[in-house]
């Protein structure tokens, strides 16, 4: 119960702290602002070696030594020393060194992102673009993504039809780039309405 009321009195604290950067910068907001990036930071370092490097390295080595499966073992010793290599980052006569995993990482996470973009993004966007023109939903559809696609013709200079059309794609642009705003503001609203029932229900207990 105690632990409770502590856990709630330093949550508001930090809460007003944060808020008072509404009215301008000051140390509360900076002690604050410190103690989030540190925790946050803190916790990534827990949570992965919590769900990544120990299950998937130590407990992985363990289970394929038992299991007598000895080249799946020891092959996880690669990865593992090029997490530790990338630590050589801190070290500035041998800095260099980390190159070297941080390419290999930057290679993966690109090959893999192009593949997540086509599948997820742009064969789905193609699928639908080519769907039967029978409800408006797939006329709007098909006519924004063909303007857009036309708005980023640079080939040619955007006159006569093709501007007509150029026009259209930057109406549709327009569109899209305001409603991802707008699910934004939504989601930022939402955060700050959760704070507000924070302070008056769990702290003050103004409403119920």
């Known amino acids: 119960m105690i632990a409770s009321i502590i856990g709630t009195w330093v949550a508001a604290t930090l809460t007003l702290a ?3 950067f509404l009215y301008r910068d000051n140390p509360f907001y900076k002690v604050a602002e410190h103690l989030y990036v540190g925790i946050s930071a803190g916790f990534a370092v827990v949570y992965v070696w919590a769900f990544d490097v120990w299950p998937m390295l130590v407990d992985s080595f363990r289970t394929h030594l038992a299991e007598g499966n000895r080249v799946e073992a020891w092959i996880l010793i690669v990865p593992a020393v090029l997490g530790v290599v990338m630590l050589a980052r801190t070290i500035p006569k041998i800095s260099w060194i980390s190159r070297w995993p941080i390419s290999f990482t930057i290679g993966i996470g690109a090959g893999l992102g192009l593949v997540a973009t086509i599948q997820g993004y742009l064969l789905p966007q193609v699928s639908d673009t080519l769907r039967p023109l ?3 939903n797939n006329v709007v559809l098909f006519v924004g993504v063909i303007a ?4 980023f013709y640079f080939s040619k200079e955007h006159k006569g039809a093709l501007g007509v059309v150029s026009r259209v794609g930057i109406v549709f642009i327009m569109v899209a780039f305001g409603a991802s705003f ?3 503001i939504m989601a930022r609203i939402s955060l700050l309405i959760g704070r507000f029932y924070f302070l008056l229900h769990d702290w003050l207990h103004i409403i119920r």
Do not use: K, N
């Open 18 to 20: 944060i808020l008072s």
């Open 148 to 151: 857009t696609l036309f708005y």
């Open 182 to 184: 707008g699910y934004t």
């Open 134 to 136: 029978i409800t408006a």
